[in-house]
């Protein structure tokens, strides 16, 4: 059980984090705390599992290439073939789900070419043919987890141009690589990131604040686990919606207190003919199939063909690396 300045630190930091100089003072203050003890709160939050990092979410497609895949394990190698696909540094999320397409993961890459190699290489390795789902459109993914389930977050749709080739620095990308295990539970955490990326701490502070203003970081703060928090159900509920009408459906979709995340993927017909996901979480399997009973009923969408896939176990979850990535591939 959370205590009140945990739960207020976990819900209400999630974005909205102060780009300053001293952040956790600046949040103390905002808390009717002090700054040591927000500090040695948040640390054992992360020791407890409960905060993956303080730091930013960049927008899928706006920093290098990613793609959502999945193959299909047999079951007696589906533990091996999942650790071999978790060491891969391009992916980021890896879990089992309920369906003949059994392993789900992330795939990031500083670009498609790099993608590309690195899904090859995970088909060579694995000896299993992959789907890949790369993201179409975005409803909904702001990447933050409500804990209360009363304010979602806006989202505006985003259509994917996969002609449009993101343009980086060698500074930014630097920034960019001081940034991906977040910034530290210290006093003074941009100092740090300013040394490695080579930058100024204002110049650091700056470039952030002009990120998020831009939509190439979609959030920055408090990254939450919601697994150890107690949503210990999640499924993956998609449909097969005719390509003229998805954008409309999607858009409702996206707008459901239930829906942490929606968005329309590729499909890759005749093994995967959905193009509309979503995500929901709850704290109980029931809840979250009484959800998607509900949005298909309310919305309409169950005249599609459609899936719901339960995720059984997680084997990885962080956040992207985009520059390391870039770094690893020359």
């Given amino acids: 059980m959370l205590d009140a300045l945990e739960f207020r630190l976990l819900n209400e930091f999630q974005r909205d984090f102060p780009l300053v100089r001293a952040p956790y003072r600046r949040l103390a203050a905002r808390l009717g705390s002090d700054e040591e003890t927000v500090l040695d709160t948040l640390r054992r939050l992360r020791a407890a ?19 959502l895949a999945a193959l299909a394990a047999p079951e007696g190698e589906l533990e091996r073939i999942a650790a071999r696909v978790s060491a891969r540094p391009e992916v980021n999320h890896n879990y089992r789900r309920e369906h003949r397409y059994n392993l789900w993961f992330v795939v990031t890459a500083a670009d498609d070419v790099a993608l590309a190699a690195a899904l090859g290489e995970i088909e060579r390795d694995t000896g299993c043919a992959l789907l890949s789902l790369p993201l179409l459109e975005e409803f909904h993914i702001d990447l933050g987890f409500d804990l209360a389930g009363v304010c979602k977050a806006a989202s505006v749709p985003r259509v994917i141009d996969p002609a449009a080739v993101p343009s980086f620095s060698g500074a930014q990308r630097c920034l960019m690589a001081a940034l991906e295990e977040g910034i530290g539970l210290e006093p003074y955490p941009f100092r ?9 701490e204002e110049e650091v502070l700056g470039q952030l604040r002009a990120w998020l203003a831009e939509g190439v970081i979609k959030r920055f703060g408090v990254v939450v686990r919601h697994h150890e928090l107690g949503f210990t159900a999640n499924a993956m509920a998609v449909w097969d919606v005719p ?16 829906v942490t995340l929606c968005y329309r993927r590729r499909r890759q017909p005749p093994a995967w003919p959905y193009n509309l996901f979503c995500m929901i979480h709850g704290r109980a399997r029931a809840e979250v199939e009484q959800a998607i009973a509900a949005l298909g009923a309310r919305l309409g969408l169950d005249r599609y063909d459609h899936a719901v896939l339960f995720s059984t176990k997680r084997y990885k979850q962080r956040g992207a690396r985009y520059a390391l990535a870039e770094a690893a591939n020359g």
């Fill in 243 to 258: 390509d003229e009408a998805v954008c409309a459906l999607g858009q409702r979709l996206a707008a459901e207190p239930a």
């Fill in 192 to 200: 740090e990131v300013a040394a490695q990326a080579g930058m100024g």
């Fill in 49 to 67: 599992g409960m905060v993956s990092r303080v730091g930013p979410v960049f927008a899928p497609r706006r920093v290098g290439a990613s793609t």
